[in-house]
């Protein structure tokens, strides 16, 4: 998995647990499908004033978002 930084364009490699670097598609779904959010729930997510931002990808892979 290729995280992109930015400014300056910059790729970094990811490794997701149990999965091998490339992480074939269907092992990535897997793994993700319980922690991303659907879209009903982002679309709820973005009308609430009180709710947290969604986390990135990246966050939710490195373990920097916690699912409470």
Not at 28 to 48: D, G, M, N, Q, T
């Amino acid at each position: 998995l290729q995280y992109y930084r930015g400014i300056p364009p910059e790729f970094v490699e990811l490794e997701m647990p149990d999965c091998p670097s490339p992480c074939p598609l269907k092992n990535f779904v897997r793994l993700i499908e319980k922690i991303v959010p659907s879209e009903e729930e982002a679309l709820c997510a973005k009308k609430s004033p009180d709710s947290k931002s969604m986390p990135s990808a990246a966050d939710i892979i490195t373990g920097k978002f916690v699912h409470l």
